[in-house]
């Protein structure tokens, strides 16, 4: 079972074939060769990376993996993202595939060292990797982290921006039964090594598509708006365009980055706004006071949005990340609400 494979591909747009590494899924292999693909989570949860296996023989990693319930098993459908072949393998996949560089640089693995941990919230942690060779990325994207000892691989969005660095920042909730949150909560991890694989994601920012920013995120989701603020700050891209940040939360205290936000918008000419849509809790004056560029709502984070944004999405390019939930109801005020057509829409959804 330790040997290359080889995965031919047969798509609505023809085949194609590419080597799979030993312990590598067939997903990652073929992303990392510019084999585009379908893949939206990479972890198991969405359920868009189904195939059929023609002929061949596979293992599956994570049986309980939720995005199984969208495959016929009985029928030979898999999950690319959680599937390692044991011999050669024919797959058919519902979509067009092809080969090509993607407008991002192609993922691929990396060394990581845990480095800096720090506690933002009684149950969110910043936290740095120092990576084994310089990554390059687009703001919105995110890696895939796995520790010896837990199964399967978690994603998290980069906090950071940069080409061909050596240092990522990212950010984790810890959530019931989340392993690797759990596991950096636990005890001091720093100066651990990591398996990393990335970079990965579509809802990426490009600064040449010249649009006004909407990002409405949820918890840990705020990760990749950071990224895209950090960019468009570098790039003084708030000199010519507006953006506006809804950042959902339960009560102040989980709210976290109000200093990076209050930086941001000091930077953006007047053309950012940044509201902390509060849940649970009808106050947070002590916020205001100490951070006067934050605006604070009551409210879910999808509504505080609808309210604020009325009027106001000309030439919107929208960006959404959070828990389910969440992102559903901001998606729905977008389509439903505003009209927004899916070309306008970017989204990571994360459980
Ligand atoms: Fe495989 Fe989401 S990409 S389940």
Redesign the pocket.
Known sequence: ARDTRLIEVQSKSGSTGFACEPGETI?HAGLRQGVTLP???????????RAKVGSGEVAVDWDE?P?HSRVKRERGEI????TRPLTDCVVRVPANVSVGFPRHALPQHFGGRLDVIRRLTPDVIHFELSLSQPISFDAGQFVLLRVAGLEGMRAYSMVSYGRNVRTLQLVVKRKPGGGFGNWLFEEAREGLFIDVFGPLGRATFHPDEDHNLLMIAGGSGVAGMMSILERATQEDYFRSHRGYVFFGVRKLVDCFYLEEFSRYVRAAHGNLEVTIALSDEDCGETCHAQYPEVQLAFGMVHEVCARAMEGRYDNVMSYIAGPPPMVDGALRTLIVGARATPDRIRYDKFG
């Open positions: 997903l893949y939206e989570c990479a972890t198991g949860t969405c359920g868009s990376c993996a995005g999950l690319m993202c959680q």
